[in-house]
């Protein structure tokens, strides 16, 4: 199973991000997909998660309404739309796949890729 995660970079405050994860090895479309974030000096935390059929997304309360997920099963891909970035929204992002249902904890979660660095900086 591989995560390739992409899409990472360094934006101004206010900018927007479009980071892809592209998934193989693994039937996809029976799949939650989720991404989490880890900053510098502070734990992994959950950002958002996806239904294996894209019908139920879930969310940080520090994300709502600026990040979206979505999925594309048939390119084997989630996205995470990120715009009105913030400092604070600085971290390596991770995707994952796990249970169908998306969970928000890591331990639901049996594969992860390598991450993403974002840097949100002016």
């Known amino acids: 199973v591989q995560l390739q995660a992409s899409g990472g970079g360094l934006v101004q405050p206010g900018g927007s991000l479009r980071l892809d994860c592209a998934a193989s090895g693994l039937s996809f479309g029976s799949y939650g997909m989720g991404w989490f974030r880890q900053a510098p000096g502070k734990e992994r935390e959950f950002v958002a998660s996806i239904r294996w059929n894209g019908g139920s997304t879930y969310y940080a309360d520090s994300v709502k309404g600026r990040l979206t997920i979505s999925r594309d099963n048939a390119k084997n891909t989630v996205y995470l739309q990120m715009s009105s970035l913030k400092s604070e929204d600085t971290a390596v992002y991770y995707c994952?796949?796990?249970?169908?249902?998306?969970?928000?904890?890591?331990?639901?979660?049996?594969?992860w890729g390598q991450g993403t660095l974002v840097t949100v900086s002016s």
């Open positions: 994952a796949a796990g249970r169908a249902y998306a969970g928000i904890r890591y331990r639901e979660y049996d594969y």
